[in-house]
């Protein structure tokens, strides 16, 4: 079993639509928690960055951490075309350089 | 501020021949890190450095690839001889010191093996 679990899609939405990501983890000893933005041929890019439980908010972009069930969320409201991008989970422990990285989730925001 | 640099982007080679990356981090950042993503995958770590030191290699197959960070700025991974599983994307990352700095991504070198 991963670590961390992705679902790896396609999701295909309208544009407008409210984006639900998900990410399940198995490693307890996780406290930091980011979202990463990746367009195709390009880098991921850092998009939220959570530390332990609770709600982030970004403009459009929402992240969610619940280490009581060790699940956790990106929300994406009035998505747009240009939202349309794999979306990278990663989570390290404290203290920890080492990054793991969920599988990627596609998303497609059709016009 | 410039990003995270690399070069070549996309590079093909025939199995068992050699091949080498080349990054410039941003500027100030001590921590490069060296990633494989696979399609479909995410980033895995190969290796990191702090400053000219490898700190965690674990995950670098040492029989065939090799990397280095000379004046702890630059690096390049050299992989020799290349095999067919290797064809991925090789990804290099910076960041300051700590271990909550934000990672920043290059755009990757694409290699295809044939």
């Known amino acids: 079993q991963k670590e961390v679990e992705q679902d790896p899609g396609p999701l295909s939405v309208p544009e407008g639509a409210i984006v639900s990501l998900n990410c399940t983890y198995s490693n307890s000893a996780f406290q930091y928690f980011m979202w990463y933005r990746q367009y195709s041929r390009k880098g991921p890019e850092l998009l939220m960055y959570?530390?332990?439980?609770g709600n982030k908010e970004d403009g459009r972009f929402t992240a969610q951490v619940d280490k009581s069930s060790k699940y956790i969320s990106l929300f994406i409201r009035d998505s747009q075309p240009s939202d349309s991008a794999t979306y990278l989970c990663a989570m390290k422990s404290t203290g920890g350089f080492k990054t793991i990285f969920g599988a990627g989730t596609r998303l497609f925001v059709k016009a | 501020e410039a990003g995270v640099v690399q070069s070549p982007r996309y590079k093909i080679i025939e199995k068992k021949q050699p091949v080498a990356f080349w990054c410039n981090p941003i500027s100030g950042h001590n921590t490069l890190y060296w990633y494989l993503q696979n399609l479909g995958q995410g980033p895995e770590l190969l290796i990191r450095?702090?400053?000219?030191?490898?700190?965690?290699d674990s995950q670098l197959p040492k029989d065939r690839f090799s990397a280095e960070r000379l004046k702890g700025v630059d690096s390049t991974l050299k992989i020799q001889p290349a095999e067919l599983g290797d064809s991925a994307v090789y990804l290099c990352?910076?960041?300051?010191?700590?271990?909550?700095?934000?990672?920043?991504f290059g755009p990757g070198t694409r290699l295809t093996v044939l």
């Open positions: 990352a910076s960041s300051r010191a700590t271990a909550t700095d934000t990672q920043y």
């Open positions: 450095y702090e400053n000219e030191e490898a700190v965690d």
């Open positions: 959570t530390y332990s439980s």
